[in-house]
């Protein structure tokens, strides 16, 4: 939603006071890699390797981003296995990609996965849209396990929501102008402008989004028995 059309009103929210210099970082779901190159570019990673699904969307970010140096692109399903070592992760990115694995179980899988390549004390975070449908348990509530740990979260659906009025008039225009007419419903969609589905679940409350750093656990948070 705010982070494909293009980098969006924050193109990395979640990375508030974590420090990423010197880092090696993993994003789930990279997307076209814009996000990506605006890291390398701006916080000077270690390394930053963007993973997606889709190989064709992978093509697309080697293609672009070909020669910018620490910066790399990787097939691979982050619900079923991350292809890295054990402990070789420093901090995993997710930025809108957990509301579209589906079952909580797939949710959990991923979040152990996480678990298994991050370092001890490494970070992920986490910004996405939880729907509420009565249920006690939120995304973030599914990703947090005996592994992860919840260090910060705060309801950013306001932010967001301001922030898709002022880019409501510049989107629309960038749909109108570029997209074939027989899918701008979709890109309107897409794009979370207001009047579509997802804006106003959130401006009504039947949607919330959030941003979450999660930690993962050393010996010294294990409570002593």
């Known amino acids: 939603m705010l982070s494909h059309l293009h980098p969006g009103p924050h193109p990395h929210p979640p990375l508030t006071n974590v420090t990423l210099t010197d880092k090696n970082i993993l994003e789930v779901g990279c997307g076209r890699g814009a996000g990506a190159a ?3 570019h ?3 990673p270690h390394s930053y390797i963007g993973i997606d699904s889709s190989q064709d969307v992978i093509n697309l970010c080697q293609r672009l981003y070909s020669t910018t140096p620490r910066l790399s692109f990787v097939v691979a399903d982050a619900t079923k296995h991350l292809p890295f070592e054990n402990e070789s992760i420093d901090i995993i990115v997710c930025i809108e990609a957990t509301h579209a694995f589906g079952e909580p179980i797939v949710i959990k899988q991923f979040a152990n996965e996480a678990v298994r390549v991050l370092r ?3 970070y992920l975070l986490w ?4 729907y509420m449908n009565g249920s006690d ?3 973030y509530d599914l990703i947090e396990n005996d592994g992860l740990i919840i260090d910060k979260k705060i309801n950013i659906t306001k932010n967001v929501l ?3 009025d002022i880019q409501n008039k ?3 225009d960038f749909i109108q102008r570029y997209i074939q007419p027989e899918e701008q419903e979709y890109f309107r969609l897409f794009a979370g402008l207001p009047g579509t589905q997802v804006y106003e679940d959130m401006s009504q409350g039947r949607s919330q989004y959030w941003r979450v750093v999660f930690r ?6 294990m409570p002593i028995i």
């Open 42 to 44: 701006t916080h000077a």
């Open 120 to 122: 001890p004390n490494g």
């Open 137 to 139: 348990k939120s995304v």
């Open 127 to 130: 910004c996405d849209f939880c």
């Open 162 to 164: 301001h922030a898709l």
């Open 216 to 221: 993962k656990k050393t010996p010294t948070d």
């Open 38 to 40: 605006w890291c390398v």
């Open 170 to 172: 510049s989107r629309t």
